[in-house]
């Protein structure tokens, strides 16, 4: 794998995705930059998916090595959210998160009474 620059469907946002490391018999795993912001943790494997409004993305994480995730960033508010179950394969369409192939039948619908981390340097420096 590579260092790669994604775009949000708007072209409004930047995800900088930089290589760090393979496990074995793994993706590949890099940290992560959106609209110049670090998010903590690192993106793992390569399927990105967003909202058409560009607000979501949805990716493989982890936050700690080796424990792999399925996270939710709102881009627009500097948040993100931990799905309760890892979904590999996904695709966003806004509030739900719908599971493809072998995990077709597995959604998670959003119902506004999530429990959101913020990414957001100015307020973690305010802690």
Same mark, same amino acid.
């Given at each position: 794998?590579?260092? /790669? ?23 590949? /795993? ?88 913020? /990414? ?8």
């Amino acid at each position: 794998m590579g260092n /790669y620059i994604l775009l949000t469907p708007d072209g409004q946002h930047q995800l900088k995705l930089t290589y760090i490391a393979e496990p074995p018999h793994g993706d590949s /795993y890099g940290s992560l930059v959106i609209d110049g912001v670090k998010l903590p943790g690192f993106a793992w494997g390569a399927l990105f998916a967003s909202s058409t409004d560009s607000r979501y993305v949805v990716f493989d994480w982890m936050e700690k090595r080796f424990v792999r995730q399925t996270l939710v960033v709102d881009i627009t508010q500097r948040c993100y959210f931990v799905l309760p179950e890892p979904m590999h394969n996904f695709v966003v369409a806004w509030p739900v998160i719908e599971g493809r192939g072998n995990q077709e039948g597995f959604s998670y619908l959003f119902n506004g009474e999530e429990n959101w981390t913020s /990414y957001d340097p100015a307020e973690s420096s305010e802690s």
